[in-house]
């Protein structure tokens, strides 16, 4: 089964710290993954993209992804975290989905609590 | 630039009554369509994807429909809610083009959904 782990219910860091948000997949072939980002009643916003290249990836706001495929792990960092950083993070990876094509598979979320 | 609109933002229905809840796309044509639930500000739960006019693939058996009457127009509906039916209802789209590397999906603001 395609599936999507973020080990950790909740991640607390001190305002400037580095932060990682972890993230394993398991997926047949080749997996693309995606990271998203949720303020409180407010829709997901998509953050960085995986899907071939550097394993290393940057997206928005200063975050960054490295992808690590002996380990199926694609975890979130940013070198200093902000307190505005404090959201609800989701980790997804697309998968295919019968006739119709491609679907996300999206993790349980993780949040993350930045403190002053 | 493509934006998203789900509408209303916010609903209390009581058990029984029917649902409703629109989204639409600006922008773009012939997107992917979805219909996600979110209980308790964890895991998103895909009910429903849409990859054209009328097509409509259902991921978990329950009370609730879907419909692509146009384009860029999605409806998520029930006939009669039950309280289980409470949430936050996320619509999101995503542009498909075969052969071309996988696109994130961008979301709407969602709509908290309370079943009294």
């Known amino acids: 089964a395609q599936s999507v782990a973020q080990p950790e219910d909740q991640v607390n860091v001190a305002e400037g710290n580095p932060l990682t948000v972890k993230c394993t997949y398991s997926?047949?072939?080749?997996?693309?993954l995606f990271w998203y980002v949720q303020y409180p009643n407010r829709g997901l916003q998509f953050l960085l993209k995986?899907?071939?290249?550097?394993?290393l990836v940057k997206g928005s706001y200063g975050f960054e992804a490295e992808f690590n495929k002996s380990q199926t792990s694609f975890h979130l960092k940013k070198p200093s975290a902000l307190v505005s950083d404090s959201a609800l993070y989701f980790c997804a990876v697309r998968v295919r989905r019968g006739y119709y094509g491609q679907n996300f598979v999206f993790g349980p979320g993780t949040r993350l609590s930045v403190l002053p | 630039s493509q934006t998203i609109h789900q509408w209303p933002a916010t609903l209390v229905q009581p058990v029984g009554s029917p649902l409703s809840l629109e989204c639409t796309v600006e922008?773009?044509?012939?997107?992917?369509l979805y219909w996600y639930r979110q209980a308790a500000g964890r895991g998103l739960q895909l009910l429903f994807y849409?990859?054209?006019?009328?097509?409509i693939s259902s991921e978990v058996p329950q009370n609730l429909s879907a419909s692509r009457p146009q384009d860029r127009q999605f409806i998520l509906s029930s006939k009669k809610l039950l309280l289980s039916d409470s949430g936050f209802y996320l619509c999101?789209?995503?542009?498909?083009?075969?052969?071309?590397?996988?696109?994130?999906?961008?979301f709407g603001p969602g709509t908290r959904l309370t079943v009294t």
């Open positions: 922008g773009t044509s012939n997107p992917n």
């Open positions: 997926v047949s072939g080749n997996p693309y």
């Open positions: 999101a789209w995503r542009k498909e083009i075969e052969g071309q590397n996988p696109y994130e999906q961008y």
């Open positions: 995986y899907i071939t290249g550097d394993n």
């Open positions: 849409s990859v054209g006019i009328g097509q």
